[in-house]
């Protein structure tokens, strides 16, 4: 049984124009997915439905429950962690504080988050390094070290990240992808939306391609890497 099993998935925004018509898609436990695709093909507004961020038809069962009509905390509580595009860190917290955020259902709970905290640390030496330093002094590829730290301090069993290369020098992209690597070995599935899919598919297994609102190919990643219209089209030739 795949963990995320997205069918036949349609979406509008306010606007009630269609944005995705059918979405069918599946992360296995343990896999790291790409979704990649041209400019507004529908990619982050997949995102956003599984994570219960706009009113969608279809059915998405995640662990084998559906989720879809969910609302988003409890969706997040389920397991599903979302890293979303420009990162969401919070400029006037501290490192520490924007982390801390994440774990009050934990501490309500009367849990402590001391253990999440030592594993984002020991994942992101330089997190632990500036944890007293407020969000906006760091660097983008800091940042984007935050944000997806903060993702984990929920203790996902699935992570969906929009776009985490974006606006990083490239070997920070790198860095980016080798942590994204860790985590999935430690056992998170990963859902990834790349601009950069290049590096994106070198680094998953499977690979879904969107185009206009439904999945126009899903193969291996590596197939796609040799994929001649997927190379002109997504890959700089
Ligand atoms: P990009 O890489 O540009 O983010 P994408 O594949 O992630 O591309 P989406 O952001 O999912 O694309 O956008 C899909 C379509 O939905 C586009 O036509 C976009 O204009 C439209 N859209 C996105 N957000 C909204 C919104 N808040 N209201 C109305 N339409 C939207």
């Known amino acids: ?15 009630g124009v269609e944005v995705l018509h ?11 997915v790409t979704l ?7 990619k982050t507004t997949t995102l956003r439905a599984i994570m219960g961020l706009l009113r969608a038809q279809g059915s998405i069962k995640f662990d084998g429950v559906e989720i879809l009509g969910r609302e988003t905390p409890e969706i997040a509580k389920l397991g599903i962690s979302m890293v979303p595009e420009g990162r969401g860190v919070f400029p006037g917290l501290s490192v520490y504080d924007n982390l801390r955020v994440a774990t009050t259902p ?33 660097s983008g590829g800091q940042q984007q070290m935050l944000a997806i730290g903060r993702a984990i301090m929920a203790r996902p069993k699935l992570m969906l ?6 606006g990083l020098a490239p070997n920070l992209v790198e860095e980016v992808f080798e942590k994204l690597r860790s985590i999935n070995e430690q056992g998170v599935s990963i859902l990834l939306v790349e601009q950069n899919a290049f590096m994106a598919l070198e ?4 690979a879904y391609v969107i ?3 439904t999945v126009s190919k899903q193969m291996s990643s590596s197939a796609l890497l040799d994929d ?10």
């Open 22 to 32: 059918g979405i069918d898609l599946a992360v296995n436990q343990g896999e790291m």
């Open 1 to 15: 049984m795949p963990l995320l099993e997205v069918n036949s998935v349609s979406a509008s925004y306010a606007d």
């Open 211 to 213: 185009e206009r609102g």
């Open 161 to 166: 990240l929009d776009e985490p290369s974006l």
């Open 106 to 138: 934990w501490i309500r709970r009367g849990q402590s988050a001391a253990e999440d905290l030592d594993r984002v640390f020991e994942l992101f030496p330089i997190l632990a390094e500036r944890r007293k330093q407020l969000g906006w002094s760091l």
């Open 203 to 206: 680094y998953s297994r499977l």
């Open 36 to 42: 990649i695709g041209a400019n507004g093909a529908g």
């Open 228 to 237: 001649e219209g997927i190379k002109a089209a997504y890959l700089g030739g």
